[in-house]
């Protein structure tokens, strides 16, 4: 990898303007390294030494800062008013907010100068997609504004959409590339990409839309089916057939996730039930071989089944492996991602060859793993408790597992699918959240969707194409075409 995890301290250096006579403490441990910023606070015969967090904490109680951003609120006659003067924080209530700082498009004064937003030309007139508008914060990004053609709608979801009607609905010189598809008659509650196609859950069954003609009519393929957890490839589509569509499917993340019902076959010219009523989840394809989960009585006698499609009889291989969940194939390292039950401590990691899965390759990384995902390079899963950070490795040749905590700040954390050298990941702390997109050579994080459903995302096999469903509207899904180098 190019880029390694660092651990680093935040340290705040500016400058402090004192009286000559005023002296703080013994600065010379202070590196030399530190950053000056020109407060231009002095007045006419006062001298500069360093500010530091390190020096506030010299005083003690004396100064009140509530943020923590080396900033006070008042400090008390212990201390000579002149010496933090010059250093009391505006707003001692939010850490982003201090003399100097960064101000951004947000209704606040960030840098305590006594002005809001003056860095950006607020008001000012401007033209989008040739109807006349004014300049406002966008809504999405506070370093930047946006221009509204009404009041407050700077970047939120009444600004221009991109309709998956084959033209540049907002003005950007594409053409679908982000785009909302027509409505349908029924609630999606699940999305599928299968080959040139995305196959659509909904309440009245099962649809399929053209990728390539989006603006079309979907077409039913599937009447009278409660639809989860649907999984395709080139010749075979299934999914779990609800029992009970009131019944709530288990979704919780530190369990197997599993929906009570039959697992279906999509024949050309039938529906084939090819299990009994019990929890599933987890399905996987690979090739001809179908890998799922089936939930015992108790959390440790849940199963992994393996069933070949390659015949009328659907053979089963059950149990294929014991006390595991959320099977996850990689073709390239010939290896099939499991995670166990067995640990007193919470589920792990195991990672087996496909050919001898009765042997366990590798135990990987810490308890309370997740849902692993993976690619043919990659793999990767939330673990921890209450709050959750995520794991990921690199599959090297030899069948070795490099793997690390990966540097994203958030409070549950959960990959989602691996994109090109990126993996997507979404705080499930609340849903819908924003998808961010963390790449794999070089650290960085984009906000890559804003608002997304919780495990809705779904990409092609060609990485060109992904879908996923947001709360604009039950009855569409949204479409995203990547462009070469985007």
Same mark, same amino acid.
């Given at each position: 990898?190019?880029?390694?995890?660092?651990?680093?301290?935040?340290?705040?250096?500016?400058?402090?303007?004192?009286?000559?006579?005023?002296?703080?403490a013994d600065f010379s441990h202070i590196p030399d390294a530190s950053v000056d910023m020109n407060l231009d606070r002095g007045d006419e015969g006062t001298s500069t030494t360093i500010w530091t967090c390190e020096i506030r904490d010299t005083m003690g109680d004396a100064c009140i800062d509530t943020d923590n951003d080396c900033f006070v609120e008042s400090c008390n006659g212990d201390i000579d008013q002149s010496l933090w003067q010059p250093f009391v924080d505006c707003n001692d209530q939010n850490a982003d907010i201090f003399p100097d700082g960064s101000e951004t498009c947000n209704q606040l004064d960030d840098d305590c100068d006594g002005s809001v937003d003056e860095d950006f030309a607020l008001g000012d007139a401007c033209d989008v997609c040739g109807q006349s508008g004014v300049?406002?914060?966008?809504?999405?990004?506070?370093?930047?504004?946006?221009?509204?053609?009404?009041?407050?709608?700077?970047?939120?979801?009444?600004?221009?959409?991109?309709?998956?009607?084959?033209?540049?609905?907002?003005?950007?010189?594409?053409?679908?590339?982000?785009?909302?598809?027509?409505?349908?008659?029924?609630?999606?509650?699940?999305?599928?990409?299968?080959?040139?196609?995305?196959?659509?859950?909904?309440?009245?069954?099962?649809?399929?839309?053209?990728?390539?003609?989006?603006?079309?009519?979907?077409?039913?393929?599937?009447?009278?089916?409660?639809?989860?957890?649907?999984?395709?490839?080139?010749?075979?589509?299934?999914?779990?057939?609800?029992?009970?569509?009131?019944?709530?499917?288990?979704?919780?993340?530190?369990?197997?996730?599993?929906?009570?019902?039959?697992?279906?076959?999509?024949?050309? !010219?039938?529906?084939?039930?090819?299990?009994?009523?019990?929890?599933?989840?987890?399905?996987?394809?690979?090739?001809?071989?179908?890998?799922?989960?089936?939930?015992?009585?108790?959390?440790?006698?849940?199963?992994?089944?393996?069933?070949?499609?390659?015949?009328?009889?659907?053979?089963?291989?059950?149990?294929?492996?014991?006390?595991?969940?959320?099977?996850?194939?990689?073709?390239?390292?010939?290896?099939?991602?499991?995670?166990?039950?067995?640990?007193?401590?919470?589920?792990?990691?195991?990672?087996?060859?496909?050919?001898?899965?009765?042997?366990?390759?590798?135990?990987?990384?810490?308890?309370?793993?997740?849902?692993?995902?993976?690619?043919?390079?990659?793999?990767?899963?939330?673990?921890?408790?209450?709050?959750?950070?995520?794991?990921?490795?690199?599959?090297?040749?030899?069948?070795?597992?490099?793997?690390?905590?990966?540097?994203?700040?958030?409070?549950?954390?959960?990959?989602?699918?691996?994109?090109?050298?990126?993996?997507?990941?979404?705080?499930?702390?609340?849903?819908?959240?924003?998808?961010?997109?963390?790449?794999?050579?070089?650290?960085?994080?984009?906000?890559?969707?804003?608002?997304?459903?919780?495990?809705?995302?779904?990409? !092609?096999?060609?990485?060109?194409?992904?879908?996923?469903? !947001?709360?604009?509207?039950?009855?569409?899904?949204?479409?995203?075409?990547?462009?070469?180098?985007?």
């Amino acid at each position: 990898m190019p880029w390694t995890k660092m651990n680093s301290t935040r340290v705040v250096w500016l400058l402090l303007f004192t009286a000559c006579s005023g002296e703080l403490a013994d600065f010379s441990h202070i590196p030399d390294a530190s950053v000056d910023m020109n407060l231009d606070r002095g007045d006419e015969g006062t001298s500069t030494t360093i500010w530091t967090c390190e020096i506030r904490d010299t005083m003690g109680d004396a100064c009140i800062d509530t943020d923590n951003d080396c900033f006070v609120e008042s400090c008390n006659g212990d201390i000579d008013q002149s010496l933090w003067q010059p250093f009391v924080d505006c707003n001692d209530q939010n850490a982003d907010i201090f003399p100097d700082g960064s101000e951004t498009c947000n209704q606040l004064d960030d840098d305590c100068d006594g002005s809001v937003d003056e860095d950006f030309a607020l008001g000012d007139a401007c033209d989008v997609c040739g109807q006349s508008g004014v300049l406002e914060c966008d809504v999405n990004d506070s370093s930047r504004v946006a221009c509204s053609t009404g009041r407050g709608q700077s970047g939120g979801q009444d600004m221009l959409l991109e309709l998956c009607n084959q033209l540049d609905d907002d003005c950007d010189q594409k053409i679908d590339e982000d785009c909302l598809t027509p409505p349908i008659a029924h609630k999606i509650t699940g999305v599928e990409i299968c080959g040139r196609g995305v196959v659509l859950a909904t309440e009245n069954g099962l649809y399929r839309v053209d990728l390539d003609a989006l603006d079309t009519e979907p077409i039913q393929i599937a009447e009278d089916v409660s639809v989860a957890n649907i999984v395709c490839n080139d010749a075979h589509l299934l999914w779990v057939n609800r029992s009970d569509r009131l019944q709530p499917c288990e979704t919780n993340p530190m369990l197997p996730q599993s929906c009570r019902g039959q697992v279906s076959y999509l024949d050309p !010219d039938r529906i084939r039930r090819i299990t009994g009523e019990l929890a599933y989840g987890g399905l996987a394809l690979n090739g001809d071989e179908l890998y799922l989960h089936r939930r015992g009585s108790v959390i440790e006698e849940t199963t992994i089944d393996r069933i070949l499609l390659t015949n009328d009889s659907f053979e089963i291989e059950s149990p294929l492996i014991v006390g595991s969940s959320d099977p996850a194939i990689s073709l390239s390292a010939n290896a099939l991602f499991v995670r166990t039950w067995s640990s007193g401590s919470g589920p792990k990691i195991e990672m087996k060859q496909l050919d001898e899965l009765n042997v366990t390759t590798i135990n990987l990384g810490p308890s309370g793993a997740g849902r692993p995902i993976v690619s043919d390079r990659y793999a990767a899963w939330s673990f921890g408790q209450e709050s959750r950070a995520i794991w990921f490795g690199q599959l090297t040749e030899g069948g070795q597992f490099d793997a690390f905590q990966l540097p994203i700040e958030g409070q549950r954390l959960e990959p989602i699918v691996f994109l090109q050298q990126m993996v997507l990941v979404q705080d499930i702390a609340s849903s819908p959240g924003p998808v961010i997109a963390f790449d794999l050579m070089t650290g960085q994080e984009t906000r890559f969707i804003e608002s997304a459903i919780v495990d809705s995302i779904r990409v !092609d096999q060609n990485e060109q194409v992904i879908v996923w469903l !947001d709360t604009t509207d039950p009855y569409q899904f949204r479409v995203r075409r990547l462009e070469s180098g985007n």
